[in-house]
């Protein structure tokens, strides 16, 4: 991140932030209270997801130590909005001499947006975020980072930033080859991680001290571009090694399996995201998944919490909006490179998603009054 930009960054609604974590992490389902109430009053129930732990209470003789590292952990992030500010001084998403690091600055809270999110570790140093994902609300802040362990379409949206102190976000992108390389010299993930390994594509886990300390050191080389070619692979390194070796690596490591059904539904989403403007059928993508058509549809919906269809269908419109907002091609025009043959269909399914007709959501974005989805082109086949 879907880091998967300043507006769909990357890449909650303030009440409901994530509890304040304590002693070990892990990703749990918040449902809504179901509580009686009265009966002429329908609330929907959502399903939110927060980090939470839940351990031992330390001791009063550990409180120093406790506070020390709290303590360190403020400084070190301090330090990082400090040069986060001067690499990246106005709100976007800014690329950097580091290749697969991306600064993402955003100076208000921000309206949803629907945006792809590609696979990335997301370490939010400033302010707060929510990324919803079918349904599924995912909150973080400086305390949780977002792994995004395959490409898919999000909602996301900036709860908590300001020009004073703006939110700030670093995005990693996630190096398959270091996992895999990494994957045959660390010890095998518990029992316990392995069954989560093929959860949804995003997950939520704290922000530990090693992981901030890496990604400090990989920071502080924007400005020791001498020093950068050498030293951020392997800063880069030593941040996939943190992500695998915490409670999400099982995530990671799953990608890497030939076999696994993370790694099959994949190569579905592969197949989808370069031939997104084309008819795909169900029996296609389950040969290129190496999978039955109702396993495919039954794991792809539990990893992305959406059909392939609905899947495609929401990669063509995020496409459109992008032709439209940077290559200036109307409705019509845009809908038909995309995949659409009736450009009636795509202005109802493009209301539908954005929440206006085509030519009035691009007159707000060029006015600035939405800031538009800064998503890459998808690629072609």
């Given at each position: 991140m879907r880091d998967r930009t300043a507006a769909t960054f990357d890449a909650v609604h303030p009440s409901q932030h994530a509890p304040t974590p304590r002693t070990s992490c892990s990703p749990i389902l918040v449902r809504s209270s179901t509580s009686a109430r009265p009966t002429h009053v329908h609330r929907p129930r959502r399903r939110i997801i927060a980090a939470t732990g839940s351990g031992p209470t330390p001791m009063p003789d550990t409180a120093p130590a406790v506070l020390a590292?709290?303590?360190?952990?403020?400084?070190?992030?301090?330090?990082?909005?400090?040069?986060?500010?001067r690499a990246a001084p106005s709100a976007g998403v800014h690329a950097c001499a580091v290749p697969g690091l991306s600064l993402i600055r955003a100076d208000a809270p921000s309206a949803p947006l629907p945006c792809v999110y590609q696979p990335s570790l997301c370490m939010v140093v400033q302010g707060r975020k929510e990324s919803v994902l079918g349904g599924e609300h995912f909150?973080?802040?400086?305390?949780?980072?977002?792994?995004?362990s395959m490409t898919v379409p999000v909602v996301a949206r900036v709860t908590e930033a300001s020009r004073a102190k703006p939110y700030l976000c670093l995005r990693v992108?996630?190096?398959?080859?270091?996992?895999?390389?990494?994957?045959?010299?660390?010890?095998?993930?518990?029992?316990?991680?392995?069954?989560?390994?093929?959860g949804t594509a995003l997950c939520l886990a704290r922000t530990d001290a090693p992981l901030l300390d890496a990604m400090l050191r990989l920071v502080r080389l924007l400005d020791a571009p001498e020093e950068a070619p050498i030293l951020a692979p392997l800063a880069l390194r030593e941040i996939h090694y943190r992500a695998m070796t915490g409670d999400l690596g099982a995530r990671l490591r799953a990608l890497c399996h030939v076999d696994g059904t993370a790694h099959r539904?994949?190569?579905?989403?592969?197949?989808?995201?370069?031939?997104?403007?084309?008819h795909l059928s169900i029996d296609e993508l389950a040969r290129a998944a190496h999978m039955s058509p109702s396993a495919l549809h039954q794991r792809f919906k539990a990893a992305?919490?959406?059909t392939p269809l609905q899947f495609q269908k929401q990669l063509r419109l995020q496409e459109a909006r992008r032709l439209m907002l940077s290559d200036a091609v109307?409705?019509?025009?845009?809908?038909?490179?995309?995949?659409?043959?009736?450009?009636?269909?795509?202005?109802r399914e493009y209301r539908r998603l954005f929440g206006a007709p085509p030519r009035r959501d691009i007159e707000t974005a060029r006015s600035g009054l939405a800031a538009p989805a800064a998503t890459p082109p998808l690629r072609t086949g």
């Open positions: 590292s709290a303590q360190h952990g403020d400084a070190q992030r301090a330090e990082l909005a400090a040069r986060m500010l909150h973080y802040d400086p305390l949780h980072y977002l792994v995004v992108d996630v190096d398959t080859a270091a996992i895999a390389d990494l994957a045959t010299r660390i010890p095998p993930p518990t029992a316990g991680q392995a069954e989560s390994a093929n539904i994949a190569r579905a989403i592969e197949l989808l995201s370069t031939r997104y403007d084309q992305t919490r959406m109307d409705a019509t025009t845009a809908a038909h490179r995309v995949g659409y043959e009736s450009a009636s269909q795509f202005s």
